[in-house]
């Protein structure tokens, strides 16, 4: 399904002629079920300045040689509340032509903790991909998120818990909108526990666990992480096409604690992939890579976090004429390196490797944000990175130097750049 140009065009009209409001607009009451309308239009600018490996490769070539610019989401989300303790809704990306949340939940009793969800949702693994997309604390998502997270698929739900603790579970197969490059599909399994033995306005602190299963799809594993900028076409760390996998198994622990107008938080994942004997020894060793990141947050203008279903809520700015402003920063690793080098017969022969040497890496983001009234966000974010690779040769393309193309190198090569990035949102 593809939505034209005319009708992404009428909806943002409604949208933007509609009265400024944080909440969706309400549609109309159909078959008992009160229907509202979201959405979300997020602009996106990087420029880079690549060190070894030319971060804008493989761009279009239309935003100048060192930066990219593109429309980076265009969500449309209609949403429904009953009949009686049923919510559904049904999300669509315009952008990325694909869905979001296409689900139908059942509130046991009318409890918003306990219930059960059939559809497509997102996973219970990670903290910050539960979070709202339109309230990231920075333009991209940390490193562990957007490797190991396990975003929307199709399957089943069930939580119970309270205000202040929950637990999880799910089952879940593919995606609604499929991709043609292997992407853990599953079908698999999910758990994530959230517990707050604080939780009050202005005082929250947060401990979660999660675990996640899924059989690897056409028994193919790719893990690979741009370096902290979702418009970079080269990625800097890249474990390739492991074959014959059997499952991926990860293990996540998350920690949050607010105090005022001050957020901390961070995340770590362990994750598995299981491979069985192909004859080639070198080859068929499960591997082990991990991520994680702490952040933290400091709202300038006084607002505070508010907690549900264990991730943190955004607030409205006390001042809409003003806006809330925010600063942060994050501390990003990744480590995809779980393999030997075996040294070349000869000193013009290539290296092997026993077992995948992704590459190890670590990024610096600071950034500000500025929300502005209840439907405008601003966003700036300046990434530092410090990236190794082993190579046995260079890349025969996609480098900043071309004499450093398709060189014998055997070795671990750096690759250390610095990334500005600008993000401008209107939602509703």
Do not use: C
């Not at 994530?192 to 999660?210: D, M, Q, T, V």
């Amino acid at each position: 399904m593809k939505l034209s140009r005319s009708t992404l065009s009428v909806a943002l009209l409604a949208a933007l002629v509609a009265p400024a409001a944080h909440a969706e607009i309400a549609l109309d009451v159909i078959g008992n079920s009160e229907v509202s309308f979201e959405g979300l239009v997020q602009a996106d600018y990087n420029y880079f300045d690549s060190d070894f490996a030319d971060l804008n490769a493989g761009g279009d070539g239309l935003d100048g040689r060192d930066s990219d610019n593109e429309l980076r989401r265009a969500e449309l989300v209609l949403k429904g509340k009953g009949p009686g303790n049923f919510e559904w809704v049904v999300g669509y990306d315009a952008k990325a032509d694909k869905w979001l949340d296409v689900n139908a939940k059942y509130k046991i009793r009318g409890d918003s903790n306990h219930y059960f969800q059939l559809g497509q949702f997102k996973q219970p693994n990670s903290m910050e991909e539960l979070s709202s997309t339109k309230n990231n604390d920075f333009i991209a998502k940390a490193l562990v998120t957007n490797t190991f997270g396990v975003a929307r698929r199709l399957g089943g739900q069930y939580r119970y818990g309270a205000n202040d603790w929950g637990v999880t579970a799910s089952y879940f197969t593919r995606e609604l909108t499929e991709h043609p490059a292997p992407t853990p599909h599953g079908p698999g399994y999910g758990l994530r526990g959230n517990w707050a033995p604080i939780n009050e306005k202005g005082n929250i602190f947060h401990l979660g666990l999660s675990y996640v299963d899924y059989d690897t799809f056409q028994d193919t594993v790719r893990l690979r992480a741009r370096p902290g900028a979702d418009l970079a076409g080269t990625r800097l760390v890249d474990t390739g096409n492991m074959t014959n996998t059997d499952r991926q198994k990860t293990v996540g622990a998350e920690a949050m604690y607010v105090t005022g107008p001050v957020k901390l938080q961070g995340e770590y994942m362990q994750t598995k992939v299981e491979r069985y004997d192909n004859g080639n020894p070198r080859q068929s060793h499960n591997f082990d890579g991990n991520s994680w990141y702490v952040s933290g947050l400091w709202n300038i203008t006084g607002e505070t976090w508010g907690y549900k279903e264990g991730t943190p809520t955004t607030p409205l700015p006390d001042e809409p004429a003003s806006g809330m402003w925010q600063v942060g920063a994050r501390y990003d690793s990744i480590d995809l390196d779980d393999g030997i080098v075996i040294a070349p017969t000869s000193p013009t022969a290539a290296a092997a490797v026993d077992g995948v040497l992704g590459g190890q890496m670590d990024t610096w983001t600071v950034g500000v944000n500025w929300y502005w009234r209840s439907n405008f966000k601003f966003m700036l974010n300046y990434v530092m990175v410090d990236s190794s690779k082993f190579m046995a040769r260079t890349p025969t393309t996609g480098l900043v130097n071309p004499a450093d193309q398709n060189q014998l190198v055997n070795r671990k090569v750096d690759d250390n750049p610095n990334i500005f990035e600008a993000r401008m949102q209107f939602y509703w």
